[in-house]
């Protein structure tokens, strides 16, 4: 295999789309920052050229991975293909999660650095797993969190898999433990069969910026862990942040990635200056995000012109200093009397306006559901269907099409259906947060 030098890390550009006009009184600026990085390295399937890397993937072995046996034998299958994936030069570690956390492979408080003997050994290590115990995330994720401070790695992952309730540890318990890791390394979750929350394995992908999905089948594990492996084998780019600077006087009013997933950030900002704050955005392989920032501003007279907002995605320091830009963008603002200028809407912005709607429709209607409204899970699906249509989500469209029979996508029509698989509705709403890129 080829060896990667320093000089195959991502480079990052920042693309701004607004309308830069306001009308005389107006004072909100929206803008979606187009974020990519490209020009890294290939993700070489036990390859060697590591990524200064590490990842923990933590396995549930709750009594409930027995029923039925192909969820535990899955598992094992999956997290050995996984392993599979890691490559030469990586550090990894194999945790079994029940109502306490227990590390299968290395032991010793430590991780194994891949290669084709620690990986033979980690495989003949998870033929041991069996199925038995409670369940407390919280538990498998601080240590977790450990054993990835136990090397000196700059990028450090995560993987969950779990297939029941968290039921062993409180909610409060299970919030502390995300609070710890947050910001310690990032972590994707997955729910295998349809016994498990959707909301708490959403919700530790969310707080520890990875992703989350269903896995409805226990086959179908193998081919989602080797491609969520593959996925973290490409991260290059450790704790990148967004940094907001605004001028005396303007405010943040939100800050959310809308693509390739609806996330809030708003909340997450970290003061960096007495008018900038950074926004955390995880780990960075050759990928493109978007970003929808508003930024609410004093008013001013018609003709006036303003720098609303300087957004750059940086890397901090580890001691305080100077942080390393790697790109950056500007959000300007110009007062019109020109009242068509004014009004119009960016494409950018209409569209992950549109995007985020959709979602907030999603979210709605599931509730709407689970509460016995059926008129108002009728309605919100509809209009589901319909901003899915107008927007060429087309995933979604298929996703609601399992919950719905669509008369007319258009304006929204639609029926619920008489009979939808708690697979079906769980995958709608799990995938809720995912959006369809506009075509700039």
Same mark, same amino acid.
């Given at each position: $295999?080829a060896?990667?030098s320093?000089s195959?890390?991502p480079?990052f550009?920042?693309?701004?789309?607004q309308?830069?006009h306001?009308?005389e009184g107006?004072?909100?600026v929206?803008?979606?920052?187009?974020?990519?990085?490209t020009g #890294?390295?290939?993700?070489?399937? @036990?390859?060697?050229?590591?990524?200064?890397?590490g990842?923990?993937? $933590?396995?549930?072995c709750?009594?409930?991975?027995?029923?039925p046996?192909?969820?535990?034998r899955?598992?094992?299958?999956?997290?050995?293909a996984?392993?599979?994936?890691?490559? !030469?030069g990586?550090?990894?570690a194999?945790?079994a999660?029940?109502?306490?956390?227990?590390?299968v492979?290395? #032991?010793g408080?430590?991780?194994?650095?891949?290669?084709?003997?620690?990986?033979d050994?980690?495989k003949?290590?998870?033929?041991?797993?069996?199925? @038995?115990?409670?369940?407390?995330?919280?538990?498998?994720?601080r240590?977790?969190?450990?054993?990835?401070?136990s090397?000196?790695?700059?990028?450090?992952?995560?993987?969950?898999?779990?297939?029941?309730?968290?039921e062993?540890?409180?909610?409060?318990?299970?919030?502390?433990a995300?609070?710890?890791?947050?910001?310690?390394?990032?972590?994707d979750?997955? @729910?295998v069969?349809?016994?498990?929350?959707?909301?708490?394995?959403? #919700?530790?992908?969310?707080?520890?910026?990875?992703?989350?999905?269903?896995?409805?089948?226990?086959?179908?594990?193998?081919a989602?862990? /080797?491609q969520?492996?593959?996925k973290?084998?490409?991260?290059?780019v450790?704790?990148?942040?967004?940094r907001?600077?605004?001028?005396? #006087?303007?405010?943040?009013?939100?800050?959310?990635?809308v693509?390739?997933?609806?996330? !809030?950030?708003t909340?997450?900002?970290?003061?960096? @200056?007495?008018?900038?704050?950074?926004?955390?955005?995880?780990?960075?392989?050759?990928?493109?995000?978007?970003?929808h920032?508003?930024v609410?501003?004093?008013?001013?007279?018609?003709?006036?012109?303003m720098?609303?907002?300087?957004?750059?995605?940086?890397?901090?320091?580890p !001691?305080?200093?100077?942080?390393?830009?790697?790109?950056?963008?500007?959000?300007?603002?110009?007062?019109?009397d020109?009242?068509?200028?004014?009004?119009?809407?960016?494409?950018?912005?209409?569209?992950?306006?549109?995007?985020?709607?959709?979602?907030?429709?999603i979210?709605?209607?599931?509730?709407?559901?689970?509460?016995?409204? /059926?008129?108002?899970?009728?309605?919100k699906y509809?209009?589901a269907v319909?901003?899915?249509?107008a927007?060429?989500?087309?995933e979604?469209?298929?996703?609601?099409?399992?919950?719905?029979?669509?008369?007319?996508?258009?304006?929204?029509t639609?029926?619920?259906?008489?009979?939808?698989?708690?697979?079906?509705? $769980?995958?709608l709403?799990t995938r809720?947060?995912?959006t369809v890129?506009?075509?700039?």
């Open positions: $295999m060896n990667f320093k195959h890390v480079r550009s920042a693309e701004v789309y309308n830069v306001l009308p107006g004072r909100e929206n803008a979606i920052v187009t974020a990519t990085a #890294g390295r290939p993700a070489l399937v @036990g390859g060697s050229g590591a990524p200064d890397a990842v923990v993937i $933590m396995v549930d709750s009594g409930s991975m027995d029923h046996p192909t969820k535990m899955g598992a094992r299958e999956a997290t050995a996984a392993i599979d994936t890691v490559r !030469d990586v550090r990894f194999v945790v999660g029940t109502h306490r956390a227990a590390e492979y290395p #032991g408080g430590r991780l194994a650095i891949a290669d084709p003997a620690t990986r050994r980690a003949e290590a998870l033929r041991k797993l069996s199925a @038995g115990g409670g369940t407390a995330i919280g538990t498998w994720l240590l977790a969190g450990a054993l990835l401070s090397a000196d790695v700059s990028i450090r992952h995560g993987i969950v898999l779990t297939d029941g309730r968290n062993h540890e409180s909610a409060e318990e299970l919030r502390a995300l609070d710890t890791c947050a910001g310690r390394f990032t972590c979750t997955r @729910g069969g349809t016994d498990w929350e959707v909301k708490e394995v959403t #919700g530790i992908a969310s707080a520890l910026l990875g992703t989350a999905d269903i896995v409805a089948d226990p086959a179908g594990l193998t989602d862990f /080797t969520m492996m593959e973290a084998m490409g991260k290059e450790a704790d990148v942040s967004l907001l600077w605004t001028p005396v #006087g303007a405010e943040v009013v939100f800050v959310k990635q693509a390739p997933t609806i996330e !809030d950030l909340d997450r900002r970290t003061d960096s @200056g007495a008018r900038s704050g950074d926004y955390p955005t995880g780990s960075w392989g050759d990928e493109s995000r978007d970003y920032l508003c609410r501003v004093p008013d001013a007279d018609v003709g006036q012109e720098l609303a907002a300087r957004v750059s995605l940086i890397i901090p320091a !001691d305080g200093s100077t942080p390393q830009t790697l790109a950056h963008g500007l959000v300007r603002v110009v007062w019109t020109d009242l068509a200028a004014a009004t119009s809407i960016n494409p950018q912005v209409a569209h992950y306006t549109g995007q985020a709607e959709l979602l907030r429709a979210q709605e209607g599931v509730e709407a559901v689970k509460s016995g409204n /059926t008129d108002d899970a009728t309605a509809g209009r319909q901003l899915a249509n927007s060429g989500n087309e979604t469209a298929k996703l609601l099409a399992k919950v719905v029979d669509v008369v007319d996508a258009a304006t929204g639609v029926r619920l259906k008489a009979r939808v698989s708690d697979a079906d509705e $769980m995958t709403e809720s947060t995912k890129r506009v075509t700039k």
